[in-house]
Every structure is written in C-alpha cells, then in structure tokens.
C-alpha cells in the first residue's frame, strides 16, 4: 500500500478491459438477448419433443375478430374486463376495510386495536384458496350470496389486511408536527384526517399501494377454481375447446404482464407529477 | 398593568410521562393582555407546560383554567378551547400540501364554518400584518424559514384567538431571520393580544415581556417583572442562567 500522498492527484484506478467489455451496453443486451433466446429455443425444442403441434395461427381469433357486425373484440377481451372490474371492485371495498382496519388500530382504544389484530391474524393466517372455498362453500350459502359476490369479497378481505397496513404506515409517515399543528386550530380528528393527515399520506402510499393493486389482479386468478368467467377461467375453457395450452396459457400470462405494467408505468408517472406539485 | 382579570389559571399542576416528573406542583397566572415570557434550561418543562394550555399534552393532576373554561379531556370542549388558543411551533409545522392562503384559511372554513371569501379576505389581512402579502399563492416549501414562521402566525390569528401561545418560535431559523419573526411577535404585542411564550431571546423579552417567568426541573423557580428578573433575581440559579445566556 503506497501512503496516501503519493496517491494524491492520481486517477481513480480505471476498470480492466475485462470489466469494461462485460459493462458495455452492446455486450450487456448480447448477454440478455442470448440467455431468453436458450430459454425459447428450450422450451420450442421441449415442446417439439414432445411432439406438441403448434398454432399460433388460431390463437387471434380468440383476442379480435372481424365479421359483418365489423371489428369485435375476442373472449379473451371479455375474460379481461371481467378480471378488471372484479379486481376493481374488490380493490375499493379493500381499501374500505383497511382503512376502518387501520383506523382502528390508530385509535388507541383497546378494544379498536383488539378487534384490529384479530382480524389481521385472522386473515394473514388462512391461505387465499381457503378463504374463497370459506366464502363460496360455508358463508355463500348462509347469506345467499353468488359466485361473484364470493369472489370480490374474498379478494377485499385478503387484501384488506395488507392495504391496512400500508394505509396506517402512510399515516403514521406524516410528521408528529402536523398533528399538533391541526388540532392546535381546533379540528376535530376526522378534520384532521381527511383535510390534513391523509392528503400527506397518499405520497408515501402510492408506491406500494400500486405494488397491492398489481399482486391483487394476479390473485384473482385464483377465483377461476369456483368458475367466475375471468380471464383464467376463459383461457381454461379455450384450452379445453381448442387443446392450444401453450399458446393460451401465454397469451393469458402477457394479457396480464401487459395490464400490470400499463398500471405501474401510468401510476410512476402520476407520483413524479406529485411530488412537482409539492 | 395587572388589574385586569386572569385569562389564564394554572393551579398545583403535576405531569409525568411514565416515572419521569416533567411539572412538579406548578402555579401561573395570566391577565388578560399580559405578556409573559417563560426561560430556563432545555429540559426544564416549558415548552410541556405551555402545551398542557392547548391539551396538546394532559397534566395529570391540579387544574388549569383557560379564559373560564377548565382544560380537560372533553373532545368538543378542548376544541372550543383551542380555537380561543394560537399556538406557533418551533418547526412551524405548517401543512405542505396546502398553499399558503389555503394554510391560512382551512381553519376557520372547515372549523368555524366561515364563508370561503370572507376566510380568505381575512387571511389576506394577516398576511399583510406579518408583511408576506406577495406569498399567498406559493407553497411552505418555497418560503425561507423566516417566512414560513410568519405564516404560521399568520394562521393562528386567523382562528381570531384570545390568547397565543409559542413554543421556541425562533429556535429553528437562521440568524439573519430571527428578527423579522420578532419584529411581528412585537406588532402582535401592541395589538393588546394576551401572549405566552417559551423563548431565549431575551432582547425581544426585555423589549415586551410585562411578566418573566424563570423554569428549572420542572418547576417554576422564579417570576418577576422583567427590570427586576434581568437586574436582580431572587434565586442564584436564575442569576447564573441568565449570566450563561447574556454572555455572548
């Protein structure tokens, strides 16, 4: 090791040609390109091993078609806007919950926060599969409720639990200060709330708010096992009709990627329009 | 001076937080109009003290009576309470997400019910009595330390209270910022308004202070008038903190 005032004025020791070859851009999408393009020609060669007939052909019909009538969207379409309301139905009731939930817990009272942990445990407990089949199977019946209604309220009280917590870290992100200076002009709690706390809130919110958004479209996936005609269950009944799993089950896996990656670029940018405005 | 009737009653109050004895047996008395200012080391119990007015912190025994009204835990009575009391913090804590007129206004529009022109005609008064009229359109952020702390004058005495209160309102800013905050508290003091306030500024003290209150561990040690407390107080701690703090 040299003493330190023969380094001075030296450059920073520059990185290897190695190092440099491996960190330029070219090489970098070469690398990228290379390992998807293995694990397409993998799966193709599988799938050909296995003797699978491919027919990609067929598969727009099921996304757009033209007749007579003129352009019209495919079943699959209609699979999607079925997920889209029932994940935005359910999303809305969710943040109902979790915010009653979190209220709740910020309450200081003792019961509030009992009835708060409770139902949180209770939830974060029971696998999402068990909560429908609870909802479809045993409440369904008591309450007369159908399949869709079973469906909505188990993704909201799912994820309820997980947006209550969000919504009480968002709260409780909002400096002490803003409480004081709230109350210090007489407002009531839900004054301050809804005028002061929570406008504030909604920036420490919204990043993982949309990670909750995203992973509840996914999860609702799962109500296609009791049949509501969602995306997955149209995909399932198309494979069943046609025999194209892989093709369907990958234009079903994009439909989706496509949907939750339109969200979180649209909601990245209304966070940098956001914080501008502050 | 001091004939008029008290505003502001505090009577044996103790505060603890867990088994820390942050008020012991505290006695105050504010008239109408008085000026108080109260000084003493950090960690003495003035700034808990002035915040059990508001019931921003609760005493735990003794009582405090507020302009007729006893300050208790009755949530719409501390309400009415507090529109009567102005606070100014040390932080300012005025509300970022609000501009500053919006800071101004959302008090008495969403508190005391006013009408949104006439909210706003007056917090345009305000801000032109804490000399900021051009800001009333930028946001808290935009505004230097100074500024922002006129705001936040500006928005208590929009709730038209009876009584302000300040908490270290000058501890936060730069130095070159600190006077113009004082030279409005001074305006204010003009004005009659009845004001307590926590601060080490002794200039501004000396200049409006009618009663001089001294705090140590939580008890009031001493208080007197200021040409007394600054030449001649009765307790030799009160002699060395003020000899501490005058020096420079």
Known sequence: MQDATALKGQPLSSPSPVQRFFESTFVSVLIYAIVIGLICYGSYAGAQNMGYNWQWHRVPQYLYSFTDDGFQLGEIFYGLGTTIVLSLTSFLLATLIGLIIALLRLSGLVIGSAVAVGFLEFVRNIPLLVLLYLFYYVLGPIFKFDRYTASVLTLAVFHSALISEILRAGINAVPKGQWEASKSIGMSSGQSYRYIILPQSV???????????????????????????????????????????????????????AVTLILSIGVSHLEKKYIVDQ | MNQQTPIIEVANIDKFYGNFHALKDV???????????????????????????????WHNSGRIVIDEIEVHQNAKRIRELRQEVGMVFQQFNLFPHLTVLENLTIGPMKVRK?????????????????????????????????????????????????????DEPTSALDPEMINEVLDVMVELAETGMTMVVVTHEMGFARKVADTMVFMEEGRIVEVSPPNKFFTDPDSDRCRLFLNQILEH
């Open chain 1, 203 to 257: 920036r420490f919110m919204l990043p993982p708010m949309t990670g909750e958004v995203v992973h509840l479209i996914k999860s609702s996936a799962i109500v296609s096992v009791i049949a509501v005609a969602e995306l997955t269950t149209i995909g399932r009944n198309i494979i069943s009709d046609t025999f194209m799993s892989f093709e369907i089950w990958f234009t079903v896996a994009l439909v989706y990627m």
């Open chain 2, 27 to 57: 006695d105050l008395t504010v008239r109408q109009g008085e000026k108080v200012v109260i000084c003493g080391p950090s960690g003495s119990g003035k700034s808990t003290l002035i915040r059990c007015f508001n019931g921003l912190e």
């Open chain 2, 114 to 166: 006013i009408a949104q022109a006439q909210a706003e005609e007056t917090a345009r008064g305000y801000l032109d009595r804490v000399h900021i009229p051009e800001q009333a359109d930028k946001y808290p952020a935009q505004l230097s330390g100074g500024q922002q702390q006129r705001v936040a004058i500006a928005r208590s005495l929009c709730m038209e209270p009876r009584i302000m209160l300040f």
